[in-house]
Nanobody, 122 residues
Framework: QVQLVESGGGPVQSGGPLRLSCAVTRYTPSSICTGWFRHIQGKEREGVATIDGDGAMEYADSVRGRFTISQNTAKNTLYLQMNSLQPEDTAMYYC????????????????WGRGTQVTVSS
């Protein structure tokens, strides 16, 4: 079955950068959607950024200009470069993948990783 494994999370000071990675295996559709989501304590899980197989990207307003999603298709790896991190970015970050749709931001993703914790100190 499809497997996703996130890595790169950890503690970081306010203003610092962090890069998350997501290795995707056993998923071969030619057109797919992948994305990053986060669960902030006390809030519902929310979308952070998505990218389709052609490289089209969408971002949540809260991270636009600070976070960048990218992918290395040869390595089947998804990335999230996070800059200017703030305490409100503290969350468990998840990657997800599914077949494509009209917009990867609206897809109901079926396959998820277990998450990686990002904790930003004040």
């Amino acid at each position: 079955q499809v497997q996703l494994v996130e890595s790169g999370g950890g503690p970081v000071q306010s203003g610092g950068p962090l890069r998350l990675s997501c290795a995707v295996t056993r998923y071969t559709p030619s057109s797919i959607c992948t994305g990053w989501f986060r669960h902030i304590q006390g809030k519902e899980r929310e979308g952070v950024a998505t990218i389709d197989g052609d490289g089209a990207m969408e971002y949540a307003d809260s991270v636009r200009g600070r976070f960048t999603i990218s992918q290395n298709t040869a390595k089947n790896t998804l990335y999230l470069q996070m800059n200017s991190l703030q305490p409100e970015d503290t969350a468990m970050y998840y990657c997800a993948v599914d077949s494509g749709g009209a917009s990867c931001a609206t897809v109901e993703y079926r396959y998820w990783g277990r998450g990686t914790q990002v904790t930003v100190s004040s």
